[in-house]
């Protein structure tokens, strides 16, 4: 995958659930979470509350039940109204997600850094008829030479997922062509 240069300071259009401000503090990239894959766990969390609730109810069944439609809630409301924040600055990157509570994220020192660099994620589920694939990308950093982290994943969109490995490359003043060389030998 080839890295563009970004220009902080010249107007780029980013996709639309990507925003990328700097400041004298350090630079901040925002993803929202909401798109079209919102809708599978909301339309599930409605059907397994409303058509599925009446089929529970023996002996401890409508307790896992109950357990089960808030988690299916929480996930889909969390689809719906998340952000990632990357927040940069000379000495760290911050990862947090909100509002909703979230796992992930995590602070990582800035002079370990190496580079930003994108993996893709390919699964395939397989039906009695069919079978599907769904594509992610999932944005990790090289610290040091050998450990690779894991800071964002989930990311349903190539370019919104390149954006932000660009301007976290380019933020850091990241050596482009000793980060690709370092980073592509890394995530083989």
């Known amino acids: 995958m080839e890295m563009v240069k970004i220009s902080m300071d010249s107007e ?12 004298a503090d350090g630079m901040t990239i925002r993803r929202a979470w909401i798109g079209w894959e919102s809708l ?25 039940h109950k357990v089960v439609s808030a988690i299916f ?18 000495s760290l990157v911050k990862v947090s997600h909100y509002p909703v509570p979230w796992w992930g994220g995590g602070i990582y020192p800035t002079p370990d850094i190496k580079c930003f660099y994108l993996n893709q994620k390919t699964e395939t589920t397989t039906g009695l008829k069919h079978s599907s694939t769904a594509i992610s990308y999932e944005l990790h950093a090289l610290l040091g030479e050998e450990q690779v982290v894991k800071v964002v994943n989930g990311i349903h969109s190539e370019e919104s997922a390149q954006v932000m490995v660009d301007a976290l490359n380019q933020y ?17």
């Open 12 to 23: 780029i259009t980013y996709p639309s659930n990507i925003t990328v401000s700097t400041d």
């Open 73 to 90: 809630v929480y996930y889909a409301l969390a689809s719906w109204l998340n952000r990632t924040k990357i927040t940069v600055n000379s």
């Open 172 to 188: 850091l003043e990241l050596d482009e062509d000793e980060a690709l060389t370092s980073c592509a030998t890394t995530s083989l």
């Open 40 to 64: 599978i766990p909301s339309v599930f969390a409605v059907l397994w509350i409303f058509f599925l609730g009446g089929e529970f109810d023996i002996l401890f069944l409508p307790v896992i």
